[in-house]
């Protein structure tokens, strides 16, 4: 369980729903290159019926097409793993930059930052 | 009513009671606000965020179309697996950054999330409206996959249509009361019957009809290879680029669908929404369940009359009435979870952005959302939610008692048609520069591509999914407008107040 860092900035005037944005960090810009491992599943998946589009080899009986998927079914959620433990935002339970917010006057609705 | 189908309708009476209980009883002791209804107040942990996923993505179509489709074409079912896996490692960025956006802002939907951006309350209007037309039609299918689990699970004594009203009552009732929570804790007895259901189904089905898995795989290869490489059976065209295609479109789409995004939104932190996008896609790997059935069918039964029944007819087929009822009812509760999230979806969207005056974001809007949850703005803005919700599923019920066909035909186009949204909510917020003048263009240009692909039967284009044609036309408007005529300036004030930014256009 990633520990929760101090809170990142002032209070805004009270939300109309209680915030639970308070105690996390923000990332402030840095790099987050893990993210372009998330890009393995789309490539995993989206090959395969162009690679392994037939049914011999099979793998343990199971014809390879299928097998492909299986194995993208598996992998997938391991390098989504992999990605999420070298991802800064991750380890720091971190809120997700987002850029339409990174405005001055983004605060004027009450939202806090 | 024979012995059997006495046992099946009792158990599935019981389940009923059950999950109405359920449901009921998870709002003890909750805020009565709109935030608890529609977001469960952003209180649930990974747990509970699991199940509720869990719980949408494994809908009624996992049970007969996933069967029925490994039934009539094989291979291009694989989509289904490919999409929901890549569309959580898409989630894994998407969600807590719609998390975060609408956390900070107080926001409970994705109008209310395009409302926000853009400053501009008819902007949230029109993605509430359009959001609305493409998943009234998902409702419907549910409806009536829950009709026809229920009709086969109690061997003919339960009719399609008496069904078709419990399955409203149920869902309406505990989704009324308890909103998104009720959903969840729901969720928690449908993901445990589910996954019993289905592990016992993957042993036992090959097992009883051929002589295990491997031997299926056997005859399979011999006797049915078209099924296992693209384009597989009469398909229809469903080809590697059809695949492909589909894959990106819907892995992006998923992110933002209404149900998805309430979710989301009810998450306690980002990190338990990070921690889903790589414990979810476990869970699809009892998708493949459904496919062997559907395979094995195709020996027992080659000649189905309607492939949907795959699973079901084997079940009823091998298995005493007890087991047939607990499966029904996995399968009805596979049904009933998605359907009241997406009632209560539609209530969310239309409650604040269309009735409810909207959030207050846009400067030109008279009323102005704020206040405690609890008050009587808030309480008001909730019971126009729970009517619309209401409303909602009545017209989906209507819809399949009486026009069976014609809602379904377009649920098929609820991907393509939701896709068009991704730019106004998902790009508007990693793009400053996007105007709500450009993303009203994109959106509606994408829509009217999507319907004329449709209506001209060029769907598949050449084997690609419409709605990436659509999509892509959809951006390139988008794009020419903020380049050459972006109208209101970024949506966002530059300095000062957001009436400065927005009176300078219209």
């Known amino acids: 369980m990633p520990p929760t860092a101090e809170d990142s900035g002032e209070q805004g005037p009270p939300d109309p729903v209680a915030s639970p944005l308070d105690g996390l960090p923000a990332l402030d810009g840095v790099a987050r290159p893990s993210l372009w491992l998330l890009l393995v599943p789309v490539l995993l998946y989206g090959a395969a019926p162009f690679v392994a589009n037939r049914v011999e080899p099979r793998i343990l009986g199971v014809p390879f097409l299928l097998a492909w998927v299986i194995a993208a079914t598996v992998i997938s959620p391991l390098v989504i793993w992999l990605a999420a433990r070298l991802d800064p935002a991750y380890r720091a339970n971190a809120v997700e930059p987002i850029p339409a917010d990174d405005l001055p006057g983004t605060d004027a609705e009450g939202g806090r930052r | 009513?024979?012995?059997?189908?006495?046992?099946?309708?009792?158990?599935?009476?019981l389940a009923m009671v059950a999950t109405i209980g359920i449901g009921l009883w998870s709002a003890r002791g909750r805020s009565k606000g709109l935030a608890e209804w529609s977001v469960s107040s952003r209180g649930l942990g990974v747990l509970f965020i699991w199940l509720l996923m869990a719980g949408e993505t494994y809908t009624s179509f996992s049970f007969l179309g996933t069967a029925g489709w490994s039934y009539s074409f094989g291979a291009p079912i694989l989509y289904l697996v490919a999409y929901l896996t890549v569309g959580f490692a898409v989630a894994y960025v998407v969600g807590p950054a719609l998390w975060t956006y609408a956390s900070r802002h107080g926001l409970i939907s994705i109008a209310d999330i395009a409302e926000f951006r853009f400053r501009s309350r008819p902007v949230g209007i029109l993605v509430a409206v359009v959001a609305t037309v493409f998943i009234v039609p998902y409702i419907q299918v549910q409806i009536q996959g829950m009709g026809v689990v229920v009709n086969a699970m109690t061997y003919g004594s339960v009719d399609l249509k008496v069904a078709a009203v419990i399955s409203f009552v149920v869902a309406e009732v505990f989704i009324l009361v308890s909103g998104l929570r009720g959903s969840a804790w729901v969720s928690a007895l449908k993901d445990m019957l589910v996954i019993v259901a289905v592990v016992f189904l993957a042993v036992y089905i090959p097992m009883h009809y051929l002589?295990?898995?491997?031997?299926?795989?056997?005859?399979?290869?011999?006797?049915?290879p078209e099924w296992l490489t693209f384009p597989g059976h009469e398909s229809g065209g469903r080809n590697a680029m059809w695949f492909l295609s589909t894959v990106v479109l819907n892995a992006v789409t998923i992110t933002i669908f209404p149900t998805t995004v309430a979710g989301y939104l009810s998450a306690k932190s980002p990190n338990a929404l990070r921690r889903n996008a790589l414990l979810l896609p476990w869970y699809q790997l009892l998708l493949f369940v459904p496919m062997v059935v559907g395979a094995t069918a195709l020996f027992v039964m080659p000649t189905l009359g309607n492939p949907d029944l795959a699973l079901f007819s084997l079940v009823t087929d091998s298995l005493p009435s007890p087991v047939v009822a607990l499966i029904g009812v996995a399968g009805a509760l596979s049904a009933i979870v998605p359907m009241s999230v997406f009632m209560l979806s539609i209530?969310?969207?239309?409650?604040?952005?269309?009735?409810g005056g909207g959030n207050g974001a846009d400067p030109r809007a008279s009323r102005r959302t704020s206040g405690k949850p609890g008050d009587a703005d808030d309480m008001r803005t909730k019971r126009l939610s729970q009517l619309v919700c209401v409303v909602a599923g009545l017209i989906a019920l209507a819809g399949s008692l009486f026009y069976p066909n014609t809602l379904v035909e377009l649920s098929v186009l609820s991907y393509e048609g939701l896709a068009q949204l991704v730019p106004v909510v998902l790009l508007a917020l990693f793009w400053r520069r996007l105007t709500a003048r450009a993303a009203v263009c994109?959106?509606?240009?994408?829509?009217?591509?999507m319907t004329a692909l449709w209506a001209t039967e060029n769907d598949p284009y050449h084997g690609v999914n419409g709605g990436v044609i659509a999509l892509a036309a959809n951006l390139v408007v988008l794009l020419a407008v903020v380049f050459l005529a972006p109208g209101a300036g970024p949506a966002l004030p530059r300095e000062g107040s957001a009436q400065a930014a927005v009176r300078e256009t219209r």
Do not use: H, P
């Not at chain 2, 009513?1 to 009476?13: D, E, K, P, Q, R």
């Not at chain 2, 002589?211 to 049915?224: A, F, I, K, S, W």
């Not at chain 2, 209530?347 to 009735?355: A, D, F, K, S, V």
């Open chain 2, 211 to 224: 002589g295990g898995v491997g031997d299926l795989m056997q005859r399979m290869v011999t006797e049915r």
């Open chain 2, 442 to 449: 994109g959106m509606l240009t994408g829509l009217a591509v």
């Open chain 2, 1 to 13: 009513m024979n012995g059997s189908a006495a046992v099946a309708t009792t158990i599935f009476g």
């Open chain 2, 347 to 355: 209530g969310t969207l239309w409650g604040r952005t269309i009735l």
